[in-house]
């Protein structure tokens, strides 16, 4: 059964950037599936980030395709987000998911990430 | 960019009782890319639906989904306590890949 957690600073900079990790068990991230990022505003609704391949193909939101960089380890079986030039519409909890068929299947607990200085 | 609009916002219904989602797509929509999320206060959201009417691993057979073109439904045949929740469709496309309805919660009566 695979299990995700993400991790990474709970306060980020306005115009900085947010850097995410989501470690995954249970399973080798080193197959044939996709890794979404999505993200909830507090009291709002789910927006998909991105998704990411472990060939290192990646597609992301094109409303956040400018800002986003996803990557993933293998060798730690993980994977990151970068969301660059953040702003105070970008505070949110960020879910890390395993896609299955054209959807989320499994996602990790969340974390919540604050823009504020 | 295909938008989905579910309705109502808000469904106040009591345990037993059945519950009907809607979620509506801007234009016509593969029904193999449609599914529903259900999240539940304070925790993730679980995948309910995928591809209009399979149910996800676990999911108890009071939930069923149909639709067709761009009219999607999820049916919750009889409430129980822990289904009272916000419920969210999503649409994979080629283009703006998934995108997700704005939600409707389903509240006790």
């Known amino acids: 059964q695979v299990q995700l957690q993400e991790s990474g600073p709970g306060l980020v900079e306005p115009s900085g950037t947010l850097s995410l990790t989501c470690a995954v068990s249970?399973?080798?991230?080193?197959?044939?599936?996709?890794w979404s990022w999505v993200r909830q505003p507090p009291g709002k609704g789910l927006e998909w980030i991105g998704e990411v391949h472990y060939k290192w193909h990646t597609n992301y939101n094109p409303s956040l395709k400018s800002r986003v960089t996803m990557s993933i380890d293998t060798s730690k079986n993980q994977l990151s987000l970068k969301l660059s030039s953040v702003t105070a519409a970008d505070t949110a909890v960020y879910y890390c998911?395993?896609?299955?068929?054209?959807?989320?299947?499994?996602w990790g607990q969340g974390t919540l990430v604050t823009v504020s200085s | 960019e295909t938008v989905l609009t579910q309705s109502p916002g808000t469904l106040s219904l009591s345990p037993g009782e059945r519950a009907t989602l809607s979620c509506r797509a801007s234009q016509s929509v593969d029904s193999r890319y449609l599914a529903w999320y259900q999240q539940k206060p304070g925790q993730t959201p679980r995948l309910l639906i995928y591809?209009?009417?399979s149910r996800a691993t676990g999911i108890p057979d009071r939930f069923s989904g149909s639709g067709s073109g761009t009219d999607f439904t999820v049916t919750i045949s009889r409430l129980e306590p822990e289904d009272f929740a916000v419920y969210y469709c999503?649409?994979?496309?080629?283009?703006?890949?998934?995108?997700f309805g704005q939600g409707t919660k389903v509240e006790i009566k």
């Open positions: 998911a395993r896609n299955g068929d054209w959807s989320q299947a499994s």
């Open positions: 591809s209009t009417s």
């Open positions: 999503q649409l994979y496309d080629t283009s703006s890949f998934y995108t």
């Open positions: 249970g399973v080798s991230i080193n197959i044939d599936t996709w």
